[in-house]
């Protein structure tokens, strides 16, 4: 194995984040395309959670949980410098904090408003409600600093704004205005806007088994 391997699907925000990391730790991985609707047995033999992204290591090692797969590729980095700027030891708690705040509640709201035909017995404009709570707070840290914690991104930027950005698009398509107040949008602009956007959301083709190899970043 000459690279390590990730297995992806584009638009999953798990993955985003992860593709995210990696290209900020300029780490290139062969990349596997999956199709959800079709998971390619290879892939599924490699998974517990059955789910993207997951992480090959060239030692055959798995990293199955997003977070772990951003932890592995900071701690690749050689500039301990630029490490503690991404993860800096005084904000580590609330880093992990508000991680863990999207991951387990604002994306437990934001699935059942994006995605309420999936459930039985869901109020979607309950679920809307409870997201933009957390939009609300995030919001006010915004407004505060240019990031969660600073004047420069760490993980905690990385690992959110795929999720709001998920937000975002839920609340076009259902007609919804003015959900966001200025900091957060200018905040998730700087990454949809980041010149790297491109190279993120490159489309590539289903990986099959016999399939060429692909990497991440394309160029």
């Known amino acids: 194995m000459t690279n390590d391997i990730l297995y992806s699907f584009r638009r999953c925000p798990y993955a985003i984040r992860v593709r995210w990391a990696l290209l900020i730790c300029q780490i ?12 390619p047995l290879d892939f599924l033999n490699k998974s517990k959670t059955k789910t993207v992204p997951i992480l090959i290591k060239k030692n055959s090692e798995v990293i199955e949980e997003s977070l772990e797969i951003i932890l592995w590729a900071l701690a690749e980095l050689k500039n301990e410098n630029i490490k503690k700027i991404y993860f800096p030891d005084s904000k580590r708690e609330d880093i992990i904090g508000i991680i863990n705040e999207n991951d387990n509640e604002f994306k437990y709201h934001l699935d059942r408003f994006k995605y309420a035909t999936r459930y039985q017995n869901i109020n979607e404009a309950f679920h809307f409600t409870e997201a933009i709570k957390f939009i609300e707070r995030w919001n006010k840290l915004l407004a505060e600093n240019k990031y969660f914690f600073g004047d420069n991104p760490t993980i905690a930027d990385w690992c959110i704004w795929p999720f709001v950005r998920q937000f975002k698009i839920a609340c076009n398509s259902q007609k919804r205005t003015n959900y966001f107040e200025p900091p957060i949008k ?20 289903f990986w099959e088994k016999n399939s060429s190899r692909d990497y991440f970043p394309i160029n």
């Not at 290139?28 to 079709?38: F, G, P, S, T, W």
């Not at 700087?190 to 083709?205: A, D, G, P, V």
Request: proline share 0%; no cysteine.
């Open 28 to 39: 290139k991985v062969e990349i596997r395309e999956i199709d959800l609707k079709n998971k």
């Open 186 to 205: 200018r905040w998730l602009d700087s990454f949809e806007n980041n010149i790297r956007f491109k190279s993120l959301m490159y489309k590539y083709k």
